[in-house]
């Protein structure tokens, strides 16, 4: 554990040692920023202008606001998330440091959960910073918390999965640019499944329903947990990070 855990500083060493981060972080910021800005405005002009805002209260601001919000969030680590993955091993490659890091006295598995848990902790900061706009809610209003948590699980289990797309992804080229088109590949290829699954017949609606890794998330989103959805994401979250130990171990073995 001491040598993957040194592995998980490497990963945060180079993304603030980096002019990267200076570029992601406002970057996320302001998207969330504005997004929460204009659901906020949405939602008051929805409301009585007669009404304050400390009346305005309870599971409205959860349903109306913050349940919409989070809808525009999972958008944004849609799109940030490539762009923080696309660096696991395609800037090894580029930069020839790694044939360096395959020789480390390291095993294959190790040095995957290093750069993926790396990478899943650089997610989950973004994500918790992203907790500031509901604490907004909460100082002026009365939002549903237990509704609040079961999205960010949720949320969290999403950001184990794509992680591990972006990770697995960058293993098989050099060039960023295209490990992070991979990872967005698979997020419309999963779109499209959803797709399918509500316009096709039986029994293929039921065999395509079991990919919905996106619809999974309204779920979480409404309140409600179920030990299908979380099983389905640490499934095809475990399948990817198979397929990159597997692309690790023939590297090894050369």
Not at 22 to 39: E, K, Q
Not at 167 to 176: C, I, R, Y
């Amino acid at each position: 554990m001491k040598k993957i855990w040194v592995l998980i500083l490497r990963e945060w060493k180079n993304f603030f040692h980096t002019p990267f981060a200076v570029i992601i972080i406002p970057l996320y910021l302001i998207l969330c920023g504005t997004y929460f800005y204009a659901r906020l405005d949405q939602y008051m002009n929805m409301t009585n202008p007669n009404e304050t805002v400390q009346k305005i209260a309870g599971l409205n601001v959860t349903i109306h606001l913050l349940t919409p919000f989070s809808k525009d969030l999972i958008n944004v680590l849609t799109f940030i998330i490539p762009l923080l993955t696309m660096r696991s091993f395609s800037e090894e490659k580029k930069m020839g440091t790694y044939d360096l890091l395959v020789s480390y006295p390291l095993r294959p598995g190790e040095i995957l959960l290093g750069k993926y848990l790396g990478s899943v902790s650089l997610v989950l900061f973004l994500l918790g910073i992203s907790f500031i706009f509901p604490a907004v809610i909460f100082w002026k209003g009365e939002p549903y918390l237990p509704q609040i948590l079961s999205t960010y699980l949720g949320y969290v289990l999403f950001i184990f999965f794509y992680v591990a797309v972006g990770v697995v992804g960058s293993l098989f080229t050099e060039n960023q640019i295209v490990a992070a088109i991979i990872s967005y590949g698979v997020f419309f290829a999963a779109i499209v499944i959803q797709w399918l699954a509500y316009i096709s017949g039986a029994p293929w609606d039921r065999i395509f329903s079991n990919f919905l890794l996106v619809a999974h998330l309204d779920s979480f989103r409404s309140g409600l947990i179920f030990v299908g959805d979380i099983t389905a994401y640490l499934c095809v979250t475990s399948l990817f990070l198979l397929w990159g130990y597997l692309k690790l171990k023939q590297h090894f073995s050369q």
